[in-house]
């Protein structure tokens, strides 16, 4: 069964990068963790940004005399509001520059950029230099010695392009080009190319579905405070009024924005241009830098596929679409495959009712599969282990989390699927009525789930709050459910060891706090066995820890868990 997969990568800055993001899931929790939601903060600070900078429109003069006044003004008669307001724009725009730089060096070293995911990393690259230009714009509207500063950088940066020449200098470091007109323009490029921004946002989450653009609240506010209260310890001022007559350095540099053209001072334009370009074209062709083959998508079969639409509701991608039915048969609808869209996660495959283990169809097939992966292979390969070793664990992993390769279990039957939420629940009844033990579930943590809904989706089937949702019954002390990403093989070596000590239901518990179904389901359990809730309470502190405040969960568990036939809400 070996399968083309998109793994998490192994390299060096891989494995620092995620014990870094763990370390920020210990300070933070891992909801309020800023590093795993570093788009869904870029986009809050572009909001603040916004926010703020319609407040300082109000009482900016856009008059090429009156432009840098009007902004020591506010300084000087309203610090607490107008001036207060400057400071957060500055800082909020400097946030999203530092953010959607940090989020892209993220998406780079876990490797999120090649196949499927191309459409996301294409349409990021022009806001790179969207942000960029509006932010320089932005110093140049203040019209001090710094925007002296910009206007002359961009001036020789811009005039070393072959055609352009000292005629687009002089357009800015001129008194007469200083004019009403060329502020009118630079406020209009401004603003313009912010509104650029949010529409290439748009298109930048077009393939996602439900696309994580809101931050979890406790982080929001963290970070609205922490802006609130920079502006107001460090306002953000004005240098002295622009004069043509003097040169414009040195200025205060704001590196976010300015690097470039501090770097067309050190060294020459022509300099910053090659790497200005180089960068953009690495970025550009790194999604086909990748050589491994894209594993195959998911395959409808529709003589097993009843339209139920749970692939539909479950996808991450948006690549399973529900259409009239094309063979005739009395259902309604079926599903159909955007092949391009697909990231062979098979998440599907454990929402399908059809992959179910029990049925008798020889060879097994359901209604929508992984062809490198299918349940027929998965069955064939749990009986046949679990005929070897009869009362093993069976672990079910994830391709992307913990790798169970290095888990070194002797009786232990190991299998790992491209997503946790590839496994449909009812092989977790397969395997105990085919003499497993138990079965341990291991799959990322909500947040590191490099297929976005997996480690949430495979939670609540479990939990039974979602279908198709394991039976109550089984949701007893020979399942349970860990969270281990990549590199924390640990976590699975040490929930082996616990052998039996812990229930299913109660380690679901913890991974889904807010959870009414999920709740009474558990707390039927806990009343059962009293003893076994207190030794849960102590051992799961730290999955306690890392689970806390799941608000995002709880809002979708809050949400009908049926299929719907109309496209995803927000939660
Ligand atoms: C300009 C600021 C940017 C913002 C605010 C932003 C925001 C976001 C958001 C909110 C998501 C959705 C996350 C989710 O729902 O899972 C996302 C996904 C993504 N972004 Fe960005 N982004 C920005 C720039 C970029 C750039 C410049 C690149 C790369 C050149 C990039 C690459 C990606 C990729 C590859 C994904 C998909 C991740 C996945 O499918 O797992 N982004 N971005
Ligand atoms: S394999 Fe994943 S991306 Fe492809 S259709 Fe199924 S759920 Fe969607
Ligand atoms: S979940 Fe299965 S049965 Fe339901 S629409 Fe999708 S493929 Fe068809």
Redesign the pocket.
Known sequence: MTRPIHASPDSAAARALRALERAGDRAFGADANPLRQ???L??L??WIAIGSGCIVYVFFDTSAAGAHESLARLAREQPWFGGLARSIHRYSADA?ML???A??AR??I?R??AG??WF??????P??W??LIAGLVGYWLVADTRAQFVATAIGEWAGAVPGVGDAMLRNFITDEAISDRLFSLLVFMHLGIGLL?LL??WV??Q??V????QPARRLALGFGATLALLAAAVPALSTAPADLSRMPLPVPIDWFFLAPLVLVEWTSPAVVWLLAVAATVL?VV?PWTVRQARPAPAEVDLAQCNGCGRCFDDC??GAVVLAPRSDGRRHAQQAVVAADLC?SCGICVGACPSSNPFRSVEPLATGIDLPELPVAALRTKLRDALAARPGATVVFGCDEGAALERVDAPGVVKLSLACAAQLPPSFVDYALRHGAARVLVASCGEHAC???FGARWIEQRLAGAREPALRAHLREPRLRLIEADRGEEDRVRAALAARGELSGAQSIKHRGDGAEALQSSVSSVVREQPSKAAEFTTENTEGAEKSRNRNFVSSVLNAPAGPARVRHSEP
């Open positions: 570093l788009g869904a870029a986009v600070a572009l999203f953010l959607a730089v989020h892209v998406e780079w876990h999120r950029y499927f995911r996301s990393w294409i349409t990021g690259v806001l790179l969207l942000i921004v290439g946002l930048h989450v393939r996602l439900r696309p994580f653009t970025l790194l991450p991608y990231a490099a297929y976005r």
